[in-house]
């Protein structure tokens, strides 16, 4: 199992950003694909930023990154995209893209695959 997190970098302020995560090695059609992140000296989050489900569609945002986050999932390439504008300060962390053999979950918990993060700085 593989999952490979690319895209991020240093962008200003009021910037936008694609991440995408290219999984291996699991049926990417039955998993929840979720991202999470890691802010500079703190733990990660326990819920993810932005979810999504491969088996019925279902997307979550928290309401911190409602309107600027959006994730999508391309099954022809077995890669999920976040999409995210108006970066701000507080954006920044190393993100994460995991998988979770479930219908659908935010939790962090229940997520078996995590991939090994992509930088993502946020200048003011």
């Known amino acids: 199992v593989q999952l490979v997190e690319s895209g991020g970098g240093l962008v200003q302020a009021g910037g936008s950003l694609r991440l995408s995560c290219a999984a291996s090695g699991f049926t990417f059609n039955d998993f929840t694909i979720g991202w999470f992140r890691q802010a500079p000296g703190k733990e990660r989050e326990r819920n993810g930023i932005s979810c999504i489900s491969n088996v019925d569609g279902r997307k979550y945002y928290p309401d911190s990154v409602k309107g600027r986050f959006t994730i999508s999932s391309d099954k022809t390439k077995n890669t999920v995209y976040l999409e995210i504008n108006q970066l701000k300060p507080e954006d920044t962390a190393v993100y994460y893209c995991?998988?979770?053999?479930?219908?659908?979950?935010?939790?962090?918990?229940?997520?078996?695959?995590w991939g090994q993060g992509t930088q993502v700085t946020v200048s003011s």
């Open positions: 995991a998988a979770a053999n479930r219908p659908f979950t935010i939790a962090v918990r229940d997520y078996d695959y």
